[in-house]
């Protein structure tokens, strides 16, 4: 059965901490992307790769960064969070071009106070 | 920028009844994907279009794309509470991507 992993489902960080929310998943994906997912605003990509050591932006990168040193793992990185960046983020990964399946994690509620 | 208008935002209906969601943009996708999402789980996909003139059919649901590749409908026929949840229509910018541009969503609460 295909996995995304988000290996933190709660989180509550203070403000100007730094964030670390780790993806992995187990389906040898070639893409990987970081969403967030607002009310009313449906989800807004922040990050993606289609290969180790490559990312691209998304639509709303800035106070973000990414890492991914292995295939199977992306992480998102806020370096100093913010009240704004309250949100649930999304993983997800999928092979390569257009029309496949893109597979979801469960989401990480991010809550900065 | 491209963007994705969905409609109606909010549906609350009885069991039994029909109902059809609208995905509107004015730009072109090389593909469309539906996708639905239950409260605390990431969305999962329903179906991909890919043709213009496209109509797909999942049992109870039945998906179009439009001729001209810009707008999409989900309709569903004699609808359940198990149908109740967030759907997400999502497009694909290009042939070789699969960088997808979201609609924001809407929420279907079907009543017993």
């Known amino acids: 059965d295909v996995k995304v992993t988000q290996s933190s489902r709660y989180l509550v960080k203070r403000t100007g901490e730094k964030v670390f929310l780790e993806c992995v998943q187990d389906m040898d994906h070639e893409n990987m992307f970081w969403y967030r997912q607002d009310p009313g605003l449906g989800l807004r990509l922040i990050y993606f790769s289609y290969d180790v050591k490559m990312k691209e932006k998304g639509d709303i990168p800035e106070g973000y960064s990414v890492s991914r040193e292995k295939k199977e793992r992306f992480s998102l990185i806020l370096e100093s969070a913010s009240t704004n960046q309250t949100s649930m983020y999304l993983c997800?990964?999928?092979?390569?071009?257009?029309?496949?399946?893109?597979?979801f994690g469960e989401g990480s509620w991010l809550t900065v106070v | 920028t491209q963007l994705l208008e969905q409609s109606p935002q909010f549906l609350s209906i009885q069991e039994g009844e029909n109902l059809t969601v609208y995905c509107n943009s004015s730009?072109?996708?090389?593909?469309l994907q539906w996708y639905r999402q239950e409260p605390g789980e990431g969305p999962v996909l329903l179906v991909t279009?890919?043709?213009?003139?496209e109509v797909k059919k999942l049992k109870r649901l039945t998906f179009q794309f439009g001729d001209a590749r810009k707008d999409s409908s989900l309709h569903i026929t004699a609808a359940q509470p198990g149908d109740t949840g967030l759907y997400l229509c999502?497009?694909?910018?290009?042939?070789?991507?699969?960088?997808?541009?979201f609609g924001t969503g809407t929420r279907l609460q079907v009543f017993p």
């Open positions: 730009s072109v996708f090389s593909s």
């Open positions: 279009v890919v043709t213009g003139g």
């Open positions: 999502a497009g694909s910018a290009s042939f070789n991507t699969d960088k997808l541009i």
């Open positions: 997800a990964s999928s092979h390569g071009g257009a029309g496949n399946t893109i597979y």
